[in-house]
């Protein structure tokens, strides 16, 4: 049996709950850029940052924007790899379930993209490639099988 312990922090706002989420782990390019400038308008003019506090910002601006881009270009990478995979299902009789729960059991007819995620149709109904429970062999699949049992070609 595992447990997870949230440890109180208090601040400025009073008690606050740390969950070890990185509070930071959402912040984009925009918003850190946004935030470097707010802290330099509003730093002590008797103690300024120094060129390496600078330095390490502008260095963690570049660092989240190449996770952006790498974060960007493997989520193209594995829509392209379900697309692939998705287009070669079109014929095949598959079962599964909906979204909404309610099993499919059919031949893939068209495939689409809905909010960057590769659907199957069976019908009227879609599939998301991670709710096919099986893929059943089809007539031709079945002959081939056959054909290798008894040698012919």
Sequence with gaps: MSTSATTGVMGQQGQQNTTGVDPWGNLDLDQFVQLLVTELQNQDPM???NN???LNQISQIREIESNQRLTD???SVLLGQNLVTAGN???QVVMGL???GDRVSGAVDRVSIEGGVAKIHVGEQKLD??????ILPTDADLE????GLTGET
Excluded at 129 to 134: F, R
Excluded at 144 to 147: F, G, H, L, Y
């Design 98 to 100: 909906t979204d909404g």
């Design 73 to 75: 270009t493997l989520e």
């Design 52 to 54: 390496q506090e600078i």
């Design 144 to 147: 081939n099988i056959v054909d």
């Design 129 to 134: 490639l991670k709710n096919v429970s099986e």
């Design 89 to 91: 299902m079109l014929g």
């Design 47 to 49: 103690e300024p940052m």
